[in-house]
């Protein structure tokens, strides 16, 4: 699942806690991947407008999940209307550049300006 980013937590088996990383290439607009676990439908989907990058995901009830979010701060990262450190959010600095986040069961819209990642 290497454009929505989907990884297991091999802690967690059985898709309890989860792990979404998505891989934004600069030549393509948007992917979406979907998983039915046990526990209910993973959703991934990103999209690019206009030098932003748009990712709605939903985190089935009973499993948690670590976002790894390229984006450069969490300043510039917002989900829904508002910015992520407004809404309570922990924020954290992940690998490669990323910025993470503990979620929750839900559904989610984040929002933040593309850059190219490295990998």
């Known amino acids: 699942y290497g454009l929505g980013g989907l990884r297991p937590d091999w802690k967690a088996p059985g898709f309890k806690h989860f792990v979404l990383a998505p891989q934004i290439p600069v030549n393509m607009k948007y992917a979406r ?11 991934s989907f990103w999209k ?11 985190v089935p009830p009973n499993t948690t999940a670590t976002a790894w979010i390229p984006a450069a701060d969490a300043q510039s990262l917002r989900e829904g209307d508002q910015p992520v450190t407004a809404m309570g959010l ?11 986040i503990n979620l929750d069961a839900g559904s989610y819209a984040f929002e933040w300006p593309f850059r190219p990642q490295r990998y």
């Open 33 to 43: 991947i979907t998983h039915q676990s046990p526990y209910g439908q993973i959703v």
């Open 90 to 100: 922990v924020v954290k600095t992940g690998p490669h550049g990323t910025l993470q």
């Open 48 to 58: 690019k407008e206009n030098d932003r990058v748009h990712w709605e995901l939903v």
